[in-house]
C-alpha cells in the first residue's frame, strides 16, 4: 500500500471515530498532497509525500517555536498535536552515529576536500538521508567533516 493510500484510509478511519483533531490534520495533509498533484500536472509518490510531509513537519516546529515566544501556550499546545499525527507517516529515524557514517562515506565518495565541496556531498547525501534525518543536522556534520582542524 503506498503512503497516500494509507493517509487516505487513515482519514477514513478518523471519519467513523469521530477523531476532529486526527481528521482536521490529516485533511491538511491530503490538501496539501493534492495541491502538489494539480499544480505540477503529476501523480505523487512515496518519496514526494514525505518530502510534503517533512515541510510541513518543519512549518509545525516553527510555528511551536514562535507560540512559546509568545506565551500562546495553547496554540503551541495544537500545533504538537498536529505535530505528533504528522509523524506517524515519517520513516524511522536514523541515529546519530549513522548519520555521521552516511556523512563520511559521502565524504570519501566525493573526494570533498574543503567546505567549497559541500554541495557535492549535500547531494550524494540528501538523497539517502531525507525524511529520516533533519537535514539542518546533516548539513552541520557535513560542514564539521569538511571544515579544517
Do not use: C, H, W
Not at 478518523?14 to 503529476?42: H, N, P, S, W
Not at 501523480?43 to 516546529?61: C, F, G, H, S, Y
Amino acid at each position: 500500500m503506498s503512503l497516500k493510500e494509507q493517509i487516505t484510509d487513515d482519514m477514513k478511519a478518523a471519519m467513523r471515530a469521530k477523531d476532529a483533531a486526527k481528521l482536521g490534520t490529516i485533511r491538511l495533509l491530503t490538501a496539501a498532497i493534492k495541491q502538489k498533484e494539480v499544480d505540477e500536472r503529476i501523480e505523487v509518490n512515496d518519496a514526494q509525500v514525505l518530502a510534503i510531509i517533512e515541510k510541513m513537519l518543519k512549518q509545525r516546529k516553527d510555528s511551536i517555536s514562535q507560540f512559546e515566544a509568545g506565551g500562546r501556550q495553547d496554540l503551541a499546545d495544537a500545533e504538537k498535536a498536529e505535530l505528533e499525527i504528522l509523524s506517524v507517516y515519517m520513516p524511522a529515524g536514523l541515529s546519530d552515529a549513522e548519520i555521521q557514517a552516511e556523512v563520511r562515506s559521502a565524504v570519501a565518495a566525493s573526494g570533498a576536500v574543503g567546505p567549497q565541496d559541500m554541495g557535492k556531498v549535500m547531494a550524494i547525501v540528501k538523497p539517502k538521508l531525507a525524511g529520516r534525518a533533519d537535514m539542518t543536522a546533516v548539513s552541520a556534520l557535513v560542514k564539521a567533516a569538511l571544515s579544517p582542524n
